[in-house]
Nanobody, 129 residues
């Protein structure tokens, strides 16, 4: 069963922008401590893109998206967004929203998909040259 729902993916030209949204599936309630965005391209491992510690607002980004992507929290505690600017073809992937309900002191583990228990089904982002 899917606990989270992503939206906002699509096809854009290089240099374009997209804004992804993530919220709870209907009828699902939880209290997140970490929420993040992950992506997976065909033949590659799933990687952490951007993660936020909900209570503090602290964020981490993979180096390849720093300065281009921004994760932010919505008015609801279990809602997050990913603003993606200056998109590149190498950003093409399925993007997944994930949540963790227990805090994780080791920040190096924030981008590890095995740290998260709740996931969405993904939204496709395709960036063409």
């Amino acid at each position: 069963q899917v606990q989270l729902v992503e939206s906002g993916g699509g096809s854009v030209q290089a240099g374009g922008s997209l804004r992804l949204s993530c919220g709870s599936a209907y009828g699902f309630t939880y209290r997140p401590y970490l929420m993040g965005w992950f992506r997976q391209a065909p033949g590659k491992e799933r990687e952490g893109v951007a993660v936020m510690q909900i209570r503090s607002g602290a964020t981490l980004y993979v180096d390849s998206v720093k300065g281009r992507f921004t994760i932010s929290q919505g008015d609801a505690e279990n809602t997050v967004y990913l603003q993606m600017n200056s998109l590149k073809p190498e950003d093409t992937a399925m993007y997944y929203c994930a949540a963790r309900t227990v805090d994780l002191p080791k920040t190096a583990d924030w981008g590890d998909p095995t740290s998260y228990m709740y996931w969405g089904q993904g939204t496709q982002v395709t960036v063409s040259s």
